[in-house]
């Protein structure tokens, strides 16, 4: 399975953004999903999780601001970033568990 994110950009903190991550060649239907990111100098950090069944987790630090969601006729998994922070800068990548390669991410940079 390839695994495609998209939807970053350039924001303002308190603004949003929508992440799409696009799986091709498999169906992720019965996986869990995760999204993770990594900040310059930063390890990557696990974001939020969903599983098959709609379940989802979120790390702290975007509780309240984040809604990780699926549409599985899509094959298709998605964030929306609400309330967005400087902090919350970094490259965004999603995966499955079990895990797969890593596609390339999508930016996302908050400043004004």
């Known amino acids: 399975v390839q695994l495609q994110a998209s939807g970053g950009g350039l924001v303002q903190p308190g603004g949003s953004l929508r992440l799409s991550c696009v799986a091709s060649g498999s169906t992720v239907s019965f996986n869990a999903m995760t999204w993770y990111r990594q900040a310059p100098g930063k390890q990557r950090e696990l974001v939020a999780a969903?599983?098959?069944?709609?379940?989802?987790y979120y790390v702290d630090s975007v509780k309240g601001r984040f809604t990780i969601s699926r549409d599985n006729a899509k094959n298709t998994v998605y964030l929306q970033m609400n309330s967005l922070k400087p902090e919350d800068t970094a490259v965004y990548y999603c995966?499955?568990?079990?895990?797969?390669?890593w596609g390339q991410g999508t930016l996302v940079t908050v400043s004004s």
């Open positions: 969903i599983s098959s069944d709609g379940n989802t």
């Open positions: 995966n499955r568990v079990p895990g797969v390669s």
